[in-house]
C-alpha cells in the first residue's frame, strides 16, 4: 500500500538552476511532510518539513510547497550545487509512522 | 552534540539465526523509531517506540520485535532469519510525539544486515 509516490526516480540539473522535486500521497491522515537527502550507506538527513495547516515553509535554498486539495507537495532548491547529488525522500507521517516514497536520485551537473 | 548511534554498523548472519541491533538516541529525544530498506526498496517503517511502549507498528510479520529502554535506547530482534531479511536497517528519533502530531525524526547511519 503505496502512500506516499515520487514517481520521478531521477532528476539531472545544472548547477545553478532551480530543482524540483515532486511527491504524491494518498493518505488524508497524513497531519506533517518531511524532506530528506541520503547519500550511499548513510542514513537519511533532515531537510524541511512542513505542517499539513500549512502551505509553504522555507529554509535557505529549500521551498516546500504543499496542496492538500491535490495531495501534492513539492520540494525546490534554488541554487542547486554539486552537493545537493543525492536521492531524496519525501515522507508522510501520522501517528509516528512516517511513511516515505522511493526516492529521487538528483544529479547536479557542473 | 551527538546524534543518533547504531550498533553494528554490519552484521552477518546465517538462516534461520537471531539478529540484534541496537540504538542510542539523540539525547533529550524520548521516541525511537526503526525502519527496513531493502536492496532497491524505499524506506519501510518498522516500529515506534515511546517511553518504553511500542505505539506504532509496520507490516512485519511478529518475528520483528524490539524493545525500549529505560535511557531510552532500543534494540530490535529479528528471529528465525530469512535471506529477505537483508537490508540496511534505520533508527531514528524524535522529541515526544503528541498524539496526532509528528515531531521530526533524526535518523542513525544504519546497520547493514547480510542473511547468508
Not at chain 1, 20 to 27: G, H, R, S
Not at chain 2, 34 to 61: C, H, I, M, S, V
Request: proline letters at 5%; hydrophobic letters at 30%.
Amino acid at each position: 500500500d503505496q502512500q506516499v509516490k515520487q514517481n520521478s526516480p531521477s532528476l539531472s540539473v545544472q548547477e545553478g538552476r532551480i530543482s524540483i522535486l515532486n511527491c504524491d500521497y494518498t493518505n488524508s491522515m497524513f497531519d506533517y511532510f518531511l524532506w530528506y537527502k541520503k547519500y550511499p550507506a548513510e542514513g537519511p538527513t533532515f531537510l524541511i518539513s512542513i505542517s499539513s495547516i500549512k502551505d509553504k515553509n522555507e529554509d535557505g535554498r529549500f521551498t516546500v510547497f504543499l496542496n492538500k486539495s491535490a495531495k501534492h507537495l513539492s520540494l525546490h532548491i534554488v541554487p542547486s550545487q554539486p552537493g545537493d547529488s543525492a536521492v531524496y525522500f519525501c515522507g508522510g507521517a501520522s501517528w509516528g509512522k512516517l511513511q516515505f516514497g522511493a526516492g529521487t536520485q538528483v544529479v547536479v551537473t557542473p | 552534540e551527538a546524534g543518533v548511534t547504531q550498533s553494528p554498523t554490519h552484521l552477518i548472519k546465517t538462516r534461520g539465526q537471531q539478529a540484534t541491533l541496537r540504538c542510542s538516541p539523540i539525547s533529550g529525544h524520548t521516541s525511537v523509531y526503526w525502519y527496513q530498506q531493502a536492496l532497491g526498496l524505499g524506506l519501510q517503517f518498522l516500529l515506534w517506540y515511546d517511553e518504553g511502549e511500542e505505539r506504532n507498528r509496520g507490516n512485519f510479520p511478529p518475528r520483528f520485535s524490539g524493545r525500549q529502554f529505560p535511557n531510552y535506547s532500543s534494540e530490535l530482534n529479528v528471529n528465525a532469519l530469512e535471506l529477505e531479511d537483508s537490508a540496511l536497517y534505520l533508527c531514528a528519533s524524535s522529541l515526544r510525539t503528541g498524539h496526532g502530531v509528528a515531531d521530526t525524526q533524526y535518523f542513525g547511519p544504519g546497520t547493514r544486515l547480510t542473511v547468508l
